[in-house]
C-alpha cells in the first residue's frame, strides 16, 4: 500500500520539476526523496517522470496521478490544520515583509480585511530573507528566488519595468538602437541605488552591455522618484503598476515601450507555515488585489 508521504514528495516534485528542489522544501535528504518516488512509482507499475538534463518531466500516467492526487491531498491536509487550528488556537499575529512600494499599492488598501493584527518589515530582498530564516517574519513578497533550503516559494505576479520621463520630454525619434543608446546615456538619471538596479538590466538585455551613467539623483524610494520625474529632474525606470495616477495626471509618460524588461514577485515562506489559515488569507487578499489591477 502507498505511503501518504509518496504521495506529498511525489506532489513536490511534480510542482518543481526537481527531486532536489523538493527535498530541500520538505526538509528531506535527497535519497530519501528519490526512494519515495522509485516506491511510489513501483506502486503504481510504471514511471511517473522523465529524467531529462537535471529536469524532471512528468510522464502522461505522472499528469494522470497529479490531477488525481492534488485536491485530495490539500484537503487532507486542510481537514488537519481545522482540526490543529480547534484545539491550538493558530497566529494571532501575521509579521510581513515586503518593499514599502508594493506594501502601498497592493497592501495597505486591504488591511480591513485581514481576520488578524499584523507588523510590517520594509527591506531589501536579502534583508527580508534573513528575517524570514529567523522566523521574524511569516510571510515576505520578493523579487529574488534564493535556492535555500526550508524557504517555499509561490509565484504572485510579473512586474514590469519600463523608461520613464516627464510628459514635455522632447525625446530622440530614431529605430537605431545604437543611437538610442547614446542619446539615453546622455540624459539626466533618477536611479534607484548607485548600483543602478533595473537601469543595468535595460542595458545588458538590449543593449548587451553596461551602462555608462553617473546617475544626477539617487532616490531609494520608487514613488519619490517618480515623483521627481514629474516635476522634470530627469528620467528613471520604474515598474508599470506604480504609473496608473501619473498617467491619469498626464505629468509622466513611457519612452521606448520597447526597451521594458519583466521581474518576477514571489510569496515566500516557511513549509510549516504554509497552511496556517491567516497566512493563506493574506496571500489570498493581496493574489485578488494584484489580479485585479492587472
Known sequence: MADFE???SFIHIYKHNSVSEAAKIRIMTQPAMSQHLAALEAEVGEALFFRISRKMVPTERGKQLYSQLAPLIEALEESTLSFTSASCPTLSVIKIGSAHEFYSEYILTKLQQLKTCSITHFGTAEQLLNLLKEDQLDLIITSKKFQIPGIDYVKLMEEQFVIV???????LHTENL?????WLSS?????????LPMIRRIWREHFKQRPLIQPTHVIPNLHMMLKAIENGAGIGVIPTYILN??????????IFCELK???DLFFAYKPKHGHLIQLREIMKIIQEQVEGKL
Open 261 to 263: 524588461v519583466s521581474n
Open 178 to 182: 545604437k543611437l538610442k543608446e547614446q
Open 187 to 195: 540624459q539626466s538619471w533618477i536611479s534607484y541605488g548607485l548600483e
Open 6 to 8: 509518496w504521495y506529498r
Open 165 to 171: 520621463a516627464p510628459n514635455h520630454y522632447e525625446v
Open 245 to 254: 495616477k501619473s498617467a491619469y495626471t498626464a505629468q509622466s509618460k513611457v
